[in-house]
């Protein structure tokens, strides 16, 4: 369990920890968030997880309540009190506390919540027999870019996953395209070797670990292309894999009951999660 939460400057113990019932948050999902990996002590790609954060802040017209370097320090110091070395930092923003009314109050005080969560190294049987993936239909609104707490398609959709024993949904256009997962961005890899995602526009979240694999696919020399593809495509891919910060790559081996390839995960999938994993090793430490 975590021992102490952040809420809007305090350290608090995190069974106690609680914000207003008039959190705008919690009445009209009017807030954003971002979900930081903490890997052996290291902070990963930290830099562009608050550039994330200020933009979907500025999208909204939210203001960060403090300073982004004084939103960094007190990160770290919630990691130091909760003494985790892997992990996740989770931090919430929203348009704060006002009676409960749509339009944005006349004088807005931004709400901040940080916890920190230990969780588990990626589990080696996942890497050995890949997961499975359902489809469902994309629900959601027309700015998926914006990371906003607004998750209730998400939510079925993981439910659903669940439901059927499956590890994730993807979810899919009103054409048959796969946009993303219901917390993770979708890939696959064609006969030729080319890897393929759906480009970040405002119909998927531009995932921060996506771009880190399009960077290091272009610094080993693997073709990409950011296109649409269908659920009939990646069915018969070669390879299919998912990412985010949580679980970096994770192969995909079995897409509604269609085995993908052979059926175990790729040798790019491995090659691509082997490589994040060596950069997450050389993630700067978050306390000196
Ligand atoms: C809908 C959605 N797409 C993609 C991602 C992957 O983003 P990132 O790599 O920044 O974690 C997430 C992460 O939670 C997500 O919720």
Not at 153 to 172: D, F, H, I, R, T
Not at 190 to 217: F, K, N, S, Y
Request: aromatic residues 8%; glycine residues 8%.
């Amino acid at each position: 369990m975590p021992r102490f939460a952040y809420v809007n400057g305090r350290y608090i113990d995190h069974r106690r920890a609680s914000v207003h019932v008039e959190d705008r948050g919690y009445q009209f999902a009017d807030g954003v968030y971002e979900v930081i990996h903490l890997f052996r002590g290291r902070l990963v790609d930290e830099g562009p997880h608050l550039d994330r954060l200020e933009r979907s802040l500025a999208e909204l017209r939210i203001s960060l309540p403090l300073s982004r370097a004084a939103l960094s320090l007190a990160m770290r110091e919630l990691i130091r009190r909760n003494r985790y070395s892997t992990g996740l930092v989770y931090i919430q923003v929203t348009r704060g506390v006002a009676p409960r009314d749509h339009k944005f109050p006349a004088d807005p005080h931004s709400s901040l919540v940080m916890t920190v969560r230990p969780i588990s190294e990626f589990p080696s049987e996942i890497l050995e027999n890949g997961v499975r993936v359902v489809t469902v239909d994309d629900l959601r609104w027309a700015r998926c870019d914006i990371k906003t707490v607004a998750l209730l398609p998400n939510v079925l959709g993981k439910q659903a996953a669940v439901e059927s024993g499956a590890y994730e949904a993807w979810m899919c256009d009103g054409d048959g395209f796969i946009t993303e997962g219901t917390s993770s961005n979708a890939w696959i890899v064609t006969a030729e070797g080319v890897l393929v995602t759906r480009p970040a526009g405002i119909d998927i979240l531009r995932g921060i670990t996506r771009q880190a694999i399009l960077e290091h696919a272009d610094e080993i020399g693997i073709p990409f292309e950011e296109r649409k593809f269908s659920r009939e495509e990646a069915c018969a891919a070669c390879e299919v894999f998912l990412s985010n910060s949580s679980h970096f790559v994770t192969p995909v081996t079995n897409i509604d009951g269609v085995v993908v390839g052979n059926g175990r995960p790729g040798s790019l999938s491995t090659a691509l999660h082997n490589r994040y994993l060596a950069f997450m090793c050389a993630s700067p430490r978050a306390l000196s």
